[in-house]
């Protein structure tokens, strides 16, 4: 059983920059497609960004295409994502996501995760 905690979440202005992490710990990694999700409130969670195991394909959300960048550390069983410009409506809790199957391409839903980490927290202030 994988365990991911992520951390590097905080409050920043608009236009601002934040990077998020995600380590895993236990389970397998670099085997997996891995992605971020994020739940503002009173909203479903979201699809944001996945990377393929080998990080050589990755996917993004149209609503932060442009501006957020993820990539992984295979070796340090690492997970980043790179907030740049953010904006107001970036704000929401950030999860990082294991998918259940291994070497699967990137997959938008949160059914096909199975491994979650306790999530970290953007706030976008205006």
């Known amino acids: 059983q994988v365990q991911l905690v992520e951390s590097g979440g905080g409050l920043v202005q608009a236009g601002g920059s934040l990077r998020l992490s995600c380590a895993a710990s236990?389970?397998?990694?670099?085997?997996?497609?891995m992605a971020w999700f994020r739940q503002a409130p009173g909203k479903e969670r979201e699809f944001v960004a996945g990377i393929t195991k080998t990080g050589a394909t990755t996917r993004y959300a149209d609503s932060v295409k442009g501006r957020f960048t993820i990539s992984r550390d295979n070796a340090k069983k690492m997970m980043f994502l790179q907030m740049n410009s953010l904006k107001p409506e970036d704000t929401a809790d950030y999860y990082c996501?294991?998918?259940?199957?291994?070497?699967?391409?990137?997959?938008?839903?949160?059914?096909?995760?199975?491994?979650w980490g306790q999530g970290t927290q953007v706030t976008v202030s205006s």
């Open positions: 996501a294991r998918d259940r199957s291994q070497g699967r391409p990137i997959m938008t839903t949160r059914m096909m995760y199975a491994d």
């Open positions: 236990g389970g397998t990694f670099s085997v997996h497609t």
